[in-house]
């Protein structure tokens, strides 16, 4: 196996495997992301996402993330998903540092998130990384959700 390779989602193939992705997320997550307009969103996408990265793992799509922008200098990590077959690679980790110093380039100050607490590996990821809980700023009716926002000025 070779090294996993990070990329811009850009072209119609690349962004297609990315909603791909998207899409095995919502159906291995323990809820019904309907509350979001997941269905909305992905019948629009990639418009709502200013930045999309998917990661290949001998040429095979394997995860993706997205950068969702909340105002001028704040924005959003989304849809983090490495498929099982890549799961304990460090993969997940290697998209979200990705994601962060892309973010940072765009001009970000603050990166938002919001996962579910019964996603332990998850959630001490993002901390791992930096991340702190925050107040809510968007509607989740899950009783576990996890808010959380880092800084990228000291990336």
Same mark, same amino acid.
């Given at each position: ?49 200013? %930045?999309?990265? +998917?990661?290949?793992?001998? !040429?095979?799509?394997?995860? @993706? /993330? &997205? *950068? ?5 200098? =704040? ?33 970000? %100050?603050?990166? +938002?998130?919001?996962?579910? !607490?019964?996603?332990?590996? @998850? /959630? &001490? *990821? ?5 991340? =702190? ?23």
């Amino acid at each position: 196996m070779r090294e996993p390779v990070i990329l811009k989602a850009e072209n119609p193939e690349d962004l297609l495997a990315a909603k791909g992705i998207f899409r095995a997320f919502s159906e291995w997550l323990p809820i019904d992301l309907g509350f979001q307009d997941f269905e909305g969103e992905m019948a629009r996408f990639p418009e709502g996402f200013v %930045h999309v990265l +998917l990661a290949r793992l001998d !040429g095979e799509p394997v995860g @993706a /993330v &997205a *950068l969702k922008p909340h105002g001028r200098d =704040v924005c959003e990590m989304k849809r983090l998903f490495v498929l099982p077959a890549a799961h304990g690679t460090g993969l997940g980790r290697k998209l979200c540092e990705r994601l962060l110093a892309d973010a940072k380039a765009l001009g970000y %100050h603050t990166m +938002l998130l919001d996962s579910l !607490g019964r996603l332990e590996a @998850a /959630v &001490a *990821l993002y901390r791992k990384l930096g991340f =702190v809980d925050t107040e809510p700023y968007n509607f989740n009716p899950e009783a576990d959700v996890v808010y959380m926002r880092r800084g990228l000025a000291d990336l």
